[in-house]
């Protein structure tokens, strides 16, 4: 094997990656001009001031994220057996939570595949690569995918904003198989059709799978709003689960007819208001309907740390105009998918809201993401799911 390139730690900013983190900053690195001429992708050696080696990395010199660990060893193979040892051992932990074959597989750096998301739907495998890096890398970890899994079809979904600040164009395809067969979700019961391609993220949200579990095991009986429902897993599953009546809010067409076919298919009745949803939700006040269950998981009001405070202010609101909707007794859940707002302060702010809405509250419930998206003990940044269930007086 041709000797990788060497990138250097500048003195003293080695304790970091030494101490397990799996990155390396732009600030923390030598930017000689041999780092800088790099191929945003490179695999390197990471070595400190010294020279004494720190791990294998692939290295991108015009990101803020310069180095991201592959390895713990120096000069390690990466290849297609590299990422089947990943992706077995992923496995296994999820064969251990889940009875069925609908998870999250890979969960970048928490399964030691920084930059690469996967999302398995029993056959059907739909990835994200958010770096170069992991790009570069596509011939292995398709490789990987196909020769383990023996999948009917493997669809890339690399479009997120983390690509621009890599270099890189959104990519959506499918990159091995067909979708001929259509591609389905189980949850709560349902069999839920998703659109890998064309769909938001992978076409599903793993993540809030506990969370929407914990409102349907207080569903019988209870009427729901479900606000940015997207595909309706919370509130078909709570009619599944017995709920008197279910609405579903939620600007895209093409997820809410999504949800009425599935709810047809399963014989549930449901109501299906296509709309700008904190519109919605101002407007359904006045009218007097309550509702035994209110949640609210919106798309992220915090992209970046210099959203902070407007992001704030917009969950504020989000649960001011949430909170008269909720039955006396009834139950209101906030999510907010926001890595850039910390967990208080997205606490407080709900508070606030309840408190301008002049309803009192008890939270009985903190969460975050379901077990398939573990969080990498050096990086609490990345546990970026919050999720507050609160009963309102």
Known sequence: MTARPKVRLQPKHDARLRSGAPWAYSNEIAMSAAAKALKPGSLVELVDAKDVPLGTAYFNPHSL???????????????????????????????????????????????????????????VFVVQSGTAGMDALEPHW?????????????VIKSESPARAHEGLKDDARIAYGNLDQGVVVEEAGIRHAIDPINGQKTGWYFDQRENRAFLISLSQGATILDAFSYLGALALGALKAGAKSAVLLDSSQSALDAAAATARAEKLDAEFRRCDVMEELEELAPSGERFDIVSCDPPPFVRSKKDLESGARGYRKLTR???????????LTLASC???????RFQTECAVGI????????????????PDHPVHPQLPETAY???LTFQLD
Do not use: M, Q, W
Not at 90 to 96: D, H, I, N, Q, W
Not at 338 to 344: E, F, N, T, V, Y
């Open 65 to 123: 994220i310069a180095a991201r660990v592959l390895a713990r060893e120096s000069g390690a193979k990466i290849d297609a057996d590299f990422f089947r040892d990943r992706f077995d051992r992923a496995k296994t932990l999820r064969s251990k939570l889940f009875a069925k074959p609908y998870y999250r597989l890979i969960h970048a750096e928490a399964d030691a595949c920084p930059g690469l998301i996967v999302d398995r739907f029993d056959d």
């Open 142 to 154: 398709l490789e990987a995918l196909t020769s383990e899994f023996k999948p009917r079809a493997i």
């Open 321 to 331: 105009l949430a909170a008269p909707l909720v039955a006396p007794g009834g139950f």
């Open 338 to 344: 926001s890595h850039a707002i910390p967990l208080d």
């Open 355 to 370: 408190s301008r809405a002049n309803r009192t509250a008890r939270l009985i419930r903190s969460a975050g993401a379901a």
């Open 385 to 387: 799911l919050k999720s």
